[in-house]
Structures are given as structure tokens and as C-alpha cells.
């Protein structure tokens, strides 16, 4: 590379990085004033509402883990967007590998005495913070949607709804993120990922507020983002399982308005 070709260059990643500086992420104080309580942890015992059709949060207790929904992996807790509260998952405070507090606990709630299935393989999935809902048994057609506002990550700033949760650990997942400006679905087996539909192209600035939805009838998989159909994809086998949230790496993300329309499910 010439000498003048370096010095563009580093000039071009210079400009760029002052760019991100000036841009401030959302400190904890500002989605967790000071006057929420202190976090708590959820554990086997969770209180179980019927929540549906939407949980928009709004009976969540500020500043703790929601009760809506148990979360395995992550960061995660009720805050404040504006005067509104949200669920928020904050993966600059996470770190890989670790889990939620209480996660045995959690997981017997979540998947009853085949617990220990999940337990063997939650660390598989350490990179990729997830929140299951308990008021869920088995989703199997119907209507998942939620809104989402990424905030901040320099490495992603992912937010996903799963299904087809099964008890040692498996699920599927249609996720969007601000910084590829893709939408994927992805299977998790094993503790191994890998894509199974990839969509380009899809706008989803950060900073606003965006609609994702998830329809499932029998094999037949159709997701939304915006309102708009993007992607399709027929699976080998029917969806059965729990459902949730997803988000990934050092992502800062909120949700709200978790809407599930079953045509075939278990409630707990």
C-alpha cells in the first residue's frame, strides 16, 4: 500500500471513530433512575400471570428481573424508556459465560424436572443472552411479536424472538440487528448455531423503535420487521416448544409490547 493510500486510510478510521465517540450510549442511571429499587432475582417460585394477549411491562417492578419471564442467560431487568418501562437486556455488563443468578432454580422453573438437560448445555449458548417467557408451555402456531429498540453495541445490537424451545437447550430464532442490517433465522442444536435463512438488506436504524413478528402454521415459518414480510422458509419438522427473547454480545436493547396470539399452544 502506498504511503498516501496508508495515510487516507488511517484518516478514514480516524473520522470514523470520533463519529461513534461523539454518538453516547444510554448509561444505566438513565434507563434505571436512581430511585428504582434495588435488583432482585427471580427464582423457582415465580408469581405466573396471564399476560396475554400483550405485556407491555407496565406491571413490572422497576429496576428487577421481570416476572413475565425467566431469564437464563444475560443482563436483564425493567427499566424506563422516557416514562414508559421496558424490558432492557444490557450486554455491556455481561460477560461471556456467564450466567443468570439462581440458574438452577430458574431452569426447574422453566423446564420441571428435565432441568438438568438445559443446565448441561446453557453454557453453549453463553454469547447469546436469552429470557424465556413462563407463561408459555408449548407454542406451536400462531403469533409472536414484540417492539425493540436497539440502543447501543459496538460489536451488535441484536434483538431476536426464539421458539421452538425444547428442554436441552434447542431453539430457533428470527433475530434483526442495527449494525448488519440483516434479518436471520437461525437454528441452535447442540450447542452449535448455524443459519438457516439469510436476509440482506433490511433497515433497522438504531436508536428507534421497530416491530418484529414471528407467524408460524404447522412447518411454514413467515417473519416481519416493520410490518413488512421479509422472510420465509419452510422447516423439516412443527415447531413445539416455549418462546422468548434473545439479544446478543455487548447489545443494548429494549422491548416492549410482547404479544403472543396462539392457535395452538399450552398456557401455563
Do not use: C
Amino acid at each position: 500500500m502506498s504511503k498516501l493510500k496508508t495515510l487516507t486510510w488511517f484518516a478514514a478510521v480516524l473520522v470514523a471513530s470520533l463519529s461513534i465517540a461523539k454518538e453516547k450510549a444510554p448509561t444505566e442511571e438513565e434507563y434505571l433512575p436512581k430511585s428504582a429499587p434495588t435488583k432482585t432475582s427471580t427464582t423457582g417460585n415465580i408469581a405466573k400471570e396471564k399476560l396475554l394477549p400483550l405485556n407491555d411491562f407496565s406491571k413490572e417492578t422497576l429496576g428487577a428481573e421481570p416476572k413475565s419471564f425467566i431469564s437464563a442467560v444475560g443482563y436483564w431487568l425493567i427499566g424506563i424508556d422516557g416514562d414508559k418501562k421496558v424490558l432492557v437486556v444490557d450486554g455491556r455488563k455481561w460477560e461471556e459465560g456467564q450466567s443468570s443468578a439462581n440458574l438452577a432454580e430458574k431452569a426447574r422453573s422453566i423446564y420441571g424436572e428435565k432441568y438438568a438437560e438445559f443446565l448441561d448445555s446453557v453454557k453453549a449458548y453463553a454469547y447469546f443472552p436469552f429470557t424465556v417467557a413462563n407463561y408459555v408451555d408449548d407454542f406451536r402456531d400462531g403469533e409472536i411479536s414484540v417492539r425493540f429498540r436497539p440502543m447501543a453495541g459496538k460489536i451488535d445490537q441484536a434483538a431476536g424472538i426464539i421458539f421452538d424451545v425444547k428442554p436441552n437447550g434447542d431453539y430457533l430464532i428470527v433475530r434483526a440487528n442495527a449494525l448488519e442490517e440483516n434479518l436471520v433465522l437461525f437454528q441452535y442444536v447442540k450447542g452449535k448455531r448455524s443459519s438457516v435463512k439469510w436476509i440482506k438488506n433490511v433497515p433497522t436504524p438504531s436508536k428507534q423503535w421497530h416491530d418484529l413478528k414471528v407467524s408460524i402454521q404447522g412447518k411454514q415459518i413467515k417473519a416481519y420487521l416493520g410490518g413488512k414480510l421479509w422472510l420465509e422458509h419452510t422447516l423439516s419438522t412443527q415447531v413445539s416448544g416455549k418462546i422468548g427473547l434473545w439479544s446478543k454480545a455487548d447489545s443494548l436493547t429494549y422491548f416492549t409490547d410482547f404479544s403472543v396470539k396462539p392457535m395452538s399452544s399450552k398456557l401455563n
